[in-house]
């Protein structure tokens, strides 16, 4: 059984282990860390060969793209070779049980085995790839935007406190998700439009988390910001699963990164933002440690 402090040591060190690779003056902080980390530690929680990360870090960071609102045939394409890369993945994985004994996925395999009405292997393997997408490209695009943020800010020594209210202010302010899709199960008024039963709504959770009437000045970043109801992780039923994971992760890859390099700096100008609707972080940022 995992207790909170088992991950927390464990995403540690996988972060002081990236960081241990950076042994040169510029690199690129998305691609090396943000986006490394999240599935560094899922294939730790789950307990496969933690080698894969990176293999399993570019087949959902293909995946995630069949959440955006528009896409081509091209990119229909290359979501369905990843996914089905994805399902041999976890198919081989868990048929010749390469797996830890520790882990999750081994845990959920045994429980499994011995319910009376036993999962079958298509939605064990749905279930992996559902939780190694759905925290993979949202948790790097907080620790990127975290990064790209915080590299301006001169106060990089926080208390526990402080991180929290910072983490909660990056997740209003730039939300990985920023749109959901819901279908209405009845007629609806919403500020007196009607809704009506059975059609499509799009959620912009991006623009709830500077609704004016909520937050107070809310097109400023204002990391220890108190009043912070923001909508990063939904509402409701599908509330997120793993926002205190999510933001475990980002917070700890934050404190490691500048604890490192205390002088990390912005080694460029550009910004380069993934072109997804739905999901949005940055593809890279280069930065600089001296
Ligand atoms: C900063 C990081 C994260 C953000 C911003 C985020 C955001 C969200 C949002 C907005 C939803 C609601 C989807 C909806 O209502 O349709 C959601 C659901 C979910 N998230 Fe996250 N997430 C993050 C990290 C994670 C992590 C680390 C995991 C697990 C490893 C995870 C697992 C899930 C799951 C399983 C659901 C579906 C819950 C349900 O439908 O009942 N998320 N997330």
């Not at 894969?52 to 528009?70: N, Q, T």
């Not at 059975?198 to 912009?204: E, F, I, K, M, P």
């Not at 917070?251 to 205390?262: H, K, Q, S, V, Y």
Request: proline share 3%; aromatic share 8%; hydrophobic share 40%.
């Amino acid at each position: 059984m995992w207790v909170n402090h088992d991950i927390e040591n464990l995403v540690r060190l996988g972060a002081k282990e990236l960081i241990s690779k950076f042994n040169k003056e510029k690199f690129n902080v998305v691609k090396e860390f943000g986006q490394a980390l999240p599935a560094l530690t899922m294939t730790n929680i789950l307990g496969i060969d933690s080698a894969d990360h990176r293999y399993l870090k570019d087949l959902a960071l293909k995946l995630i793209k069949a959440l955006d609102l528009y896409i081509t045939v091209k990119d229909l394409v290359l979501i369905h070779h990843a996914s089905k890369e994805f399902i041999e993945y976890f198919r081989i994985t868990m048929r010749e049980k390469k797996m830890h004994e520790e882990g999750l996925l081994y845990k959920i395999f045994a429980a499994n085995e011995k319910s009376q009405e036993p999962l079958s292997e298509a939605e064990l393997i749905s279930i992996c790839i559902f939780l190694f997408t759905a925290g993979e490209e949202t948790t790097s695009g907080l620790i990127g935007v975290g990064v790209y943020h915080l590299t301006k800010d001169s106060n990089a020594a926080r208390s526990s406190q402080e991180w929290d209210l910072a983490i909660d202010e990056l997740l209003r302010f730039n939300p990985p998700v920023q749109l959901l899709g819901r279908i209405a199960s009845c007629d609806m008024n919403v500020h007196g439009k009607t809704i009506p039963n059975g059609s499509t709504v799009t959620l912009c959770l991006g623009a709830a988390n500077r609704d004016p009437e909520i937050f107070d000045r809310p097109d400023e970043l204002i990391l220890n910001r108190t009043q912070n109801r923001h909508l990063a992780f939904g509402s409701g039923i599908h509330f997120c699963l793993g926002d205190w994971l999510g933001k475990l992760q980002s917070r700890i890859a934050l404190e490691e990164l500048f604890l490192a390099f205390p002088g990390l700096h912005l080694a460029t100008d550009e910004l380069n933002w993934n072109k997804n609707l739905a999901i949005r972080s940055l593809t890279s940022l280069e930065v600089a440690t001296k």
